[in-house]
């Protein structure tokens, strides 16, 4: 059974630091691109990154790129995503998704981790 | 960036109902278009993927259509799990989009 789990949300002040894990099993890792999917209380989901199999590329929102760092351990299975210089507006649950194919989209989702910017 | 808008916002039917959504990308992104499903609490579920082909395990009655800049997913009839949220997202390019969600509601 494919699961992805998130962790490491919390409350943070504005302007700190936060690394999210996402605990990935039940299927090869190290073969799917991996996202982060956010999404503010009460509103939509914004794509906020993506790394390929390897890590080697990577890809960030305008919003949060120079500020978000993403990256895998393939060894570990985990996803991880450093978050610096966070923003009351960063304030949201962020998933972890698997991304299977070019064709096939984030088929596998986690439950999601809140992180909270706030003084 | 390409943009995404999903139409309506939000809509009320009944059991039974036939529900179409709309949604409009700002320029073509082929057939890179997907539909996900989200409830209260609970992460997105992937319905249609590729514009029209069903993700394994999503019943039949949800379909959807479209290409180039104009797509649509249509519920043939609306069952009592189908009240939800419902986000079009494309995976033309990077940075991926989504439509700002349609929530339909029990009437």
């Known amino acids: 059974e494919v699961q992805l789990v998130e962790s490491g949300g919390g409350l943070v002040q504005p302007g700190g630091s936060l690394r999210l894990s996402c605990a990935a099993s039940?299927?090869?890792?190290?073969?799917?691109?991996m996202h982060w999917v956010r999404q503010a209380p009460g509103k939509g989901l914004v794509w906020v990154s993506c790394?390929?199999?390897?890590?080697?590329?990577?890809r960030y929102a305008d919003s949060v790129k120079g500020r978000f760092t993403i990256s895998r351990d393939n060894a570990k299975e985990t996803l991880y995503l450093q978050m610096n210089g966070l923003r009351a507006e960063d304030t949201a649950v962020y998933y972890c998704?698997?991304?299977?194919?070019?064709?096939?989209?984030?088929?596998?989702w986690g439950q999601g981790t809140l992180v909270t910017v706030s003084s | 960036d390409i943009q995404m808008t999903q139409s309506p916002s939000s809509l009320s039917a009944s059991v039974g109902d036939r529900v179409t959504i709309a949604c409009r990308a700002s320029?073509?992104?082929?057939?890179?278009l997907n539909w996900y499903q989200q409830k209260p609490g609970k992460a997105p579920n992937l319905l249609i993927y590729?514009?029209?082909s069903l993700q394994s395990g999503v019943p039949s009655r949800f379909s959807g259509s479209g290409s180039g800049t104009d797509f649509t997913l249509t519920i043939s009839s609306l069952q009592p799990e189908d009240f939800a949220t419902y986000y079009c997202?494309?995976?033309?390019?990077?940075?991926?989009?989504f439509g700002q969600g349609t929530k339909v509601e029990i009437k």
């Open positions: 998704a698997r991304d299977p194919t070019t064709v096939v989209p984030l088929d596998y």
């Open positions: 039940g299927f090869t890792f190290s073969s799917y691109w």
């Open positions: 790394i390929n199999e390897d890590g080697r590329d990577t």
């Open positions: 320029q073509s992104i082929r057939s890179f």
């Open positions: 590729d514009t029209s």
């Open positions: 997202q494309q995976s033309y390019k990077t940075p991926w989009t």
